[in-house]
């Protein structure tokens, strides 16, 4: 299973912006925060790293049409989420035996 910072670097390469780069990963970043620390629930993390990642594409792929447009960006949001939730399991067992 890859990072959640192999995940965000392979979904912002192709964007040649670099503090567009650097905002979506500070942004997937703290989402990943806010998910492991339970401050905001699943669903709701899931959505808006769900919009993050829709910009991502329409920046990527201006040519697909809206449908098309969303089903990759479920997808690669889905990517991002199982990123995030094997992160926090591996936090949450690094506390409970102290690594």
Known sequence: MPTVQ???LNLISGIDDT???MEIARTLMYLSY???SGRADE???AQSVY???ETVVKMKHPELDPDERRR???QL???VMDAFR???IMRRVAARFGA
């Open 6 to 8: 192999q995940v965000i």
């Open 19 to 21: 503090e567009v780069r």
């Open 34 to 36: 806010v998910y492991a």
């Open 43 to 45: 669903r709701e993390v």
């Open 51 to 53: 919009e993050v990642v």
């Open 72 to 74: 990759i960006a479920k």
């Open 77 to 79: 949001a889905e990517e």
């Open 86 to 88: 094997a992160q926090a």
